[in-house]
């Protein structure tokens, strides 16, 4: 569940992605019934939007949104959720394509630096700020520059 919506997914698909639920789906229950085998025990998922999880769910099951815009603010969804819930190929992935994207002027360099600070990704991070250097201040919104603190 991701705010008040009911996702119903076989666990097949969550467990043979992630560590974490495929140890989750392991775990005794105490009262018998395994959270998510049924409606009125779901698994909760805080602080994960459904564009967040209708992104990550993209990627694990590309069919079912194959025209979904794969651009930066996509990855960065991909990357937070796979983070989260240890979603090595998915991680992975993102990571390589926020990379690619960094060079990019069309995407948001503070964004990126944004993800490189968050990941420790060094690379992303130079790449972002030479981008940005080249931006004029006028140029730069004021959500971008909350992003990179200024």
Known sequence: QVENTLYKLHQDFLTHSS??????FQLPQPDGIVNGSIDGYPIPLPDITIHEFNNFLSWLLPTISPSVERNVKYWADVL?????YVVDRAKQEAKREIRNRAHYLGESPAL???LALRYECREWFEI????F?????????RDEAEEVGM
Not at 19 to 24: A, T, V
Not at 128 to 131: C, G, S, T
Request: hydrophobic fraction near 50%; proline fraction near 0%; charged fraction near 25%.
């Open 80 to 84: 937070r959720i796979s983070d989260i």
């Open 112 to 114: 990126v630096m944004s």
């Open 128 to 131: 972002a700020f030479r981008v």
């Open 133 to 141: 250097l080249r931006r004029s201040m006028l140029d730069i919104s």
């Open 19 to 24: 560590e974490f639920f495929n140890n989750m």
